[in-house]
């Protein structure tokens, strides 16, 4: 009984993440926008979570495999783009957000439609971790829950900063557009980078992941809310220096 029980844990936990992010999604569609984020950072939570309850509890099985990555499709795929939609929207119509029976050039339809290749690549990038058997220590390309932390985050920034030049760029529909495309791409691209997984407690095969954790804290000290989307950032530079030691070893 408590064995199947066990088996159980982590699978309801993703579920915990899946439906984390549905909810943000509708709290996106009724203008809860920051309600919206915190549910998706919440979907985070969740999804770390789930993988390490499996790895403790020695549960791990093909079905939960599959239904984490579902869950991440919505919750780090789908619910950010409604957040970036929601932000493009802005930057295109400012605060008069118009309705899509208004009349909107062709170019700002494209513009509109370029979020949504957030949650298409993620559904790539997540359908391939599935079938790649070399993403099992490490990833390839960049996880969906760190790409929907760095666009949320973005959002949170233009919340908490009332720097103008910072809220001029960061409501730009070219500089959304750019951001969207390249780490779209990421998540899709030939890229390894490390996993905040951890084999024992030793600095042995653990040095990049607690240099990342320290930089991270010291990040989050200092910049609160800004720190986000820099410590993403980091986490691309330090994968790829972890893959320039990695190829001169």
Known sequence: MITRLKRHIPN???SLNLLA?????????????????????????????????????KVYSEMGKELDSLADVVSFGVAPAFIVFQMMKTA??????????????FQEY???????????????????FNLDERQTDSFIGLPTPANALFFVSLFIVTLTNNNETV????????????????FSLLLVAEFPMFALKFKNLG????????????LSAILLILLHSIAVPIIIILYLILSAINNWIYKLN
């Not at 809220?167 to 390249?182: D, E, G, H, P, S």
């Not at 600095?203 to 990342?212: A, D, H, S």
């Open 110 to 128: 494209f513009f509109l439609i370029i979020p949504f290749l957030i949650p298409v690549l993620s559904a790539v990038r997540l359908a391939k």
């Open 203 to 214: 600095l042995k095969g653990n040095k990049i992941q607690y240099l990342f954790i320290g």
């Open 21 to 57: 992010g549905c909810i943000s999604i509708v709290l996106s569609f009724e203008g809860y926008l920051l309600a919206a984020v915190y549910l998706i950072f919440l979907a985070a939570i969740f999804d770390f979570f789930d993988g390490m309850t499996a790895r403790l509890l």
């Open 12 to 14: 309801t936990i993703t």
């Open 92 to 105: 295109l119509f400012g605060s008069e957000q118009l309705p899509f029976y208004s009349y909107i050039s």
């Open 167 to 182: 809220l001029t760029l960061f409501y730009n529909r070219f500089f959304i557009a750019v951001l969207v495309v390249v």
